[in-house]
């Protein structure tokens, strides 16, 4: 028993670190936008391009790739005056994500195995 409150415990403190990034990819306007810098062939795209692709407003798009900077998920260069955003590869958000959905596959499938009391 206290292995399963030690780890109910981890995984919140898990779900409390990642609010943000899930936050930001629990929106289905910022995931259409990661998409688009996903299939992106370039590193980087400026605002009005990703304008263009998602069909949004400027405003709207400029809305939505600050909460995704502010989350870690994106991040701009500057060239001159122009600004280029691109998903971040440091992996920081990316690796807390994973270790967190990891984590809850492992206690789902260990409670499988002990017959938790909602399986059958």
């Known amino acids: 028993m206290q292995e399963c409150a030690q780890n109910r ?9 990642c609010g943000t990034a899930i936050s930001a990819i629990g929106d289905e306007t910022r995931r259409q936008i990661i998409c688009i810098l996903l299939e992106n062939e370039n590193i980087g795209m400026r605002v009005g391009e990703i304008t263009a692709r998602a069909h949004l407003s400027r405003p709207a798009v400029s809305h939505h790739l600050k909460v995704l900077r ?12 122009k ?13 807390d994500l994973a270790e967190l959905i990891n984590s809850i596959n492992q206690t789902v499938m260990k409670a499988k195995e002990t017959k938790y009391p909602f399986e059958k």
């Not at 502010?70 to 005056?81: L, N, Q, W």
């Not at 600004?83 to 690796?95: E, I, M, P, S, T």
């Open 83 to 95: 600004n280029f955003y691109y998903l971040r590869a440091d992996g920081a958000v990316w690796n």
């Open 70 to 81: 502010e989350s870690g998920i994106i991040d701009f260069y500057s060239c001159g005056t």
């Open 9 to 17: 415990k981890y995984l919140s403190e898990k779900f409390k670190k």
